[in-house]
């Protein structure tokens, strides 16, 4: 169903290469001498021309962590930075993509205790642990959820949604922005306020919120 090419090779023909043989998603796009960002975002997403493969971005690689000839960091110094990453993915909502080698959990590597600690981390934020292709499923899903109309009337919120994917699993949320005017009457206007609100949206075609 996917594909991650070795050594993260790719150039400007690679997705259209692999949407033509029949992949459904790839996970190359990542950086091999750090961590981060490749694609600027933690977003599974459809790139500009293709029709069917998704990328799932690769976010973190242990050779990029620990290799002497790339970050080369201590262990101390590595867990920083992937808990930079995964508090991003529970805040904004993303998908963290982490490629650990299997050879790194022996020697010549030892890189195992690590890991543990890395997993141990990411547990503690309660996240949906998923294969990559059902990460790529979800988000095709979520892909195929339509507004068709957003109203705001008086003290209410109206949502009139679109989908033909009738079981999303784990669910999708809306997430409300409520009015900068709120804010202000409410008192609290500092970067600290919560502005928004999230709901689990279980499929339901019209919804209303009061506020």
């Not at 050779?63 to 002497?68: G, R, V």
């Not at 650990?100 to 890991?115: N, V």
């Not at 294969?131 to 979800?138: F, H, L, N, R, Y």
């Not at 339509?146 to 033909?164: A, E, H, P, W, Y």
């Amino acid at each position: 169903m996917g594909v991650r090419i070795h050594w993260l090779l790719q150039n400007c023909q690679t997705f259209q290469a692999l949407e033509k043989a029949g992949f459904l998603y790839d996970s190359t796009s990542g950086y091999n001498e750090t961590i981060g960002y490749r694609c600027g975002t933690a977003q599974v997403f459809l790139p500009s021309g293709l029709k069917k493969l998704f990328e799932l971005p690769l976010h973190i690689q242990d050779t990029a962590l620990f290799y002497p000839n790339r970050m080369n960091l201590s262990e101390k110094e590595a867990l920083y930075l992937c808990k930079k990453l995964i508090k991003n993915a529970s805040i904004y909502a993303g998908v963290l993509t982490i490629n650990w080698h299997q050879r790194s959990l022996a020697p010549e590597r030892l890189w195992g205790d690590f890991y543990i600690k890395l997993l141990k981390e990411l547990r503690s934020e309660r996240p949906w642990f998923a294969t990559a292709s059902q990460i790529v499923e979800w988000f095709r899903k979520r892909r195929a959820v339509f507004f068709d109309k957003v109203q705001f009337l008086g003290n209410k919120f109206r949502f009139i949604l679109r989908t033909d994917e009738p079981d999303i699993h784990p669910s999708l949320l809306l997430r409300v922005h409520l009015p900068f005017i709120q804010r202000i009457q409410s008192g609290d206007i500092s970067n600290q306020y919560q502005n928004y609100f999230d709901i689990e949206w279980k499929g339901e075609k019209k919804i209303e919120i009061s506020i």
